[in-house]
């Protein structure tokens, strides 16, 4: 874990969307980097510093935080929605930075904050339910769920055996050795599906309220 701001990145774009892990980011990567719709949001790994209220007191204190319009966090609800929701709004409260009550994006006066819990329509699991919902072709998800009857144990939780599952359909694609970002930059997950729409969305929400 690194301990201080000069660990981070600059801050290059007024749109910050901080997310939880390197699937995350690779992930959303694979989508933003590059459409010119995109081209003021830089994306952030908030795990490689700890946790979410750390990593915000670190980012706040960076050269360039008062050009930041907007700033969005999307991240598990492994335990609970509830939970998850509890504690991004406490880490940004805990940095002067009052989120919504309930998931989504508001405008302080200064700059747009929201953030978004994932799966967006469950009450709890993680980023790799989404991928599986947005699988292609959906058709192997039975091969998926095949393999997972065969190594399932029973004291994982169920967000590990989400991860089995998105794992097994990489390694039957083309490259097994693929990442989840390359995964994604061949196709093997439908960002038109709404399970994960739902993200590019909230970022293009955070690019409008943000930079209006």
């Known amino acids: 874990m690194n301990g201080d701001s000069k660990s981070l990145r600059p801050i290059q774009r007024p749109v910050a969307v901080i997310v939880e892990g390197n699937d995350y980011f690779r992930l959303l990567l694979s989508q933003v980097d590059g459409p010119q719709e995109f081209e003021q949001v830089q994306l952030w790994n908030f795990s490689e510093h700890g946790n979410l209220e750390r990593f915000i007191a ?41 989120l919504p009550e309930l998931p989504g994006i508001k405008h302080d006066g200064t700059r747009a904050l929201g953030y978004l819990l994932m799966p967006h329509d469950q009450q709890s699991g993680c980023l790799e339910n989404a991928l ?46 693929w990442t989840i970002k390359e995964s994604a930059e061949a196709g093997l997950w439908d960002f038109s599906h709404a399970s994960l729409q739902v993200m590019l969305t909230f970022i293009r929400d955070l690019l409008r309220l943000g930079l209006r």
Not at 60 to 70: E, I, M, N, P, S
Not at 149 to 155: L, R, T
């Open 132 to 177: 599986l919902s947005a699988a292609t072709p959906a058709q192997r998800l039975d091969c998926a769920r095949d393999f997972l009857a065969c190594v399932n144990d029973p004291e994982r939780n169920d967000s590990w055996r989400a991860k089995v599952q998105v794992h097994s359909l990489i390694a039957a694609a083309r490259n097994p050795a």
């Open 58 to 98: 670190l980012f706040k204190t960076l050269r360039g935080y008062d050009t930041v319009r907007a700033i969005g966090v999307i991240r598990d609800c492994e335990e609970s929605r509830e939970t998850a929701s509890n504690g991004v709004r406490r880490s940004l409260a805990n940095n002067q930075l009052q």
